[in-house]
C-alpha cells in the first residue's frame, strides 16, 4: 500500500504544485517547443468584395466571352510532386490559351487569375456570371496517389449525382479547396430558390455538355486523354446556374510524363490550339441556334 502511495504522490505532485502557482497567481512558463515551425499565411477577407478581372480582347460587348480559371493558387498549390506543382502547371496553360484566343480574335477573354494569388472557390464561377461570361473553363491537373501509370486528361460536367465512385472523391476534394489552414472561407448562403435553380440548370447543362463532347472530339490524336475521358461530378466551381462550364483535368501531376509534357510550350501550345479550336466552334454552334 505504501508502494502505491507514493507512486500516486508521484503523478500528483506536478499537478498540485501547478494548481498552487496558479492560485498564488504566479507566471506558468509555456513551452514553445515547435513554435518556429508554425506557417502562419494571409487569407482573404470573405466579407471583401469580389475583385473583377480586365476583358481582354474586342471592345464589343456582343463578342462571346469566355473566362479561364487556373485552379489552386497562392497558399493552395494543389497537386504536387518532387519537381511540380499543380498551381504553376494549370496557370501555364490557361495564359498559352488566352493568348491563343486573342492571337485568333473575335472572341473577349477573362483569367480568375494571371499570377499566384489564392481565390475562394465559389469566387470562381461568381466572377463567370458577374462578368456575364458565356462559357467557363477551369483548368486542373489530377492526383493518382501510390497508382503508377495513370495518366491523361478528363473532362467533368456538373452533376449532383456523381457518375462513378472517382468523380464522387474528385468532387469532395475539389469543393475542399476553400479549406485552408483548417480555416473555412466559402460564406456561401445557397438560398436561391431550388426549382429556379433546376431549371435553369437543365439548359446550362446541356450545353457543358455539347462543349466537354467538342474537346474530346477536337483533342483526339493531339491529347493524351485517361481512358474515362469524360465524367461528371458534383463540383462547386461549375454550380453556377447561368454559365455553360466544364472542369478539364489536363493530366496527373504525379505521372512525371504527363507533368513534364504539360509543363513544356510545346504540351501548352497543344493544348491551346485544341481548346481554342473547340471553344470557336461551341461559340459557333450557340450563334447558328439562337
Excluded at 440548370?201 to 457543358?208: D, M, V, Y
Excluded at 461530378?233 to 454559365?243: K, S
Aim: glycine content about 8%.
Amino acid at each position: 500500500m505504501a508502494y502505491r502511495f507514493q507512486i500516486g504522490l508521484l503523478f500528483a505532485l506536478p499537478v498540485l504544485l501547478l494548481g498552487a502557482l496558479y492560485t498564488l497567481g504566479a507566471a506558468i512558463p509555456v513551452p514553445v517547443l515547435g513554435r518556429d515551425y508554425v506557417v502562419r499565411v494571409a487569407l482573404p477577407d470573405g466579407s471583401t468584395p469580389i475583385g473583377l478581372p480586365e476583358i481582354l480582347g474586342p471592345s464589343d460587348p456582343a463578342r462571346p466571352l469566355v473566362v479561364i480559371d487556373a485552379g489552386h493558387g497562392g497558399p493552395d498549390p494543389g497537386t504536387v510532386s518532387e519537381t511540380y506543382r499543380e498551381k504553376a502547371i494549370v496557370l501555364g496553360l490557361a495564359r498559352a490559351l488566352r493568348d491563343r484566343l486573342l492571337e485568333d480574335g473575335g472572341i473577349r477573354v477573362a483569367m480568375t487569375r494571371d499570377d499566384d494569388r489564392f481565390i475562394v472557390l465559389q469566387e470562381r464561377a461568381e466572377i463567370a456570371r458577374a462578368l456575364g461570361a458565356d462559357l467557363f473553363l477551369s483548368i486542373h491537373a489530377d492526383s493518382a496517389g501510390d497508382k503508377e501509370g495513370v495518366s491523361g486528361a478528363s473532362i467533368y460536367t456538373l452533376s449532383e449525382n456523381a457518375s462513378s465512385e472517382a468523380a464522387a472523391l474528385f468532387a469532395e476534394r475539389e469543393n475542399d479547396a476553400d479549406i485552408v489552414n483548417g480555416v473555412d472561407l466559402s460564406g456561401q448562403n445557397e438560398d436561391v430558390n431550388a426549382i429556379l435553380v433546376e431549371l435553369s440548370q437543365r439548359r446550362t447543362s446541356e450545353k457543358s455538355v455539347e462543349f466537354a463532347e467538342l474537346i474530346e472530339r477536337e483533342g483526339e490524336g493531339t491529347l493524351v486523354f485517361h481512358p474515362e475521358a469524360r465524367r461528371s461530378a458534383a463540383l462547386a466551381v461549375l454550380r453556377a446556374p447561368d454559365v455553360p462550364g466544364v472542369l478539364f483535368e489536363s493530366g496527373f501531376v504525379t505521372n512525371p510524363e504527363d507533368a513534364e509534357r504539360l509543363a513544356s510550350v510545346e504540351g501548352r501550345e497543344r493544348f491551346a490550339e485544341v481548346m481554342a479550336r473547340a471553344i470557336r466552334i461551341y461559340f459557333a454552334r450557340q450563334t447558328a441556334t439562337n
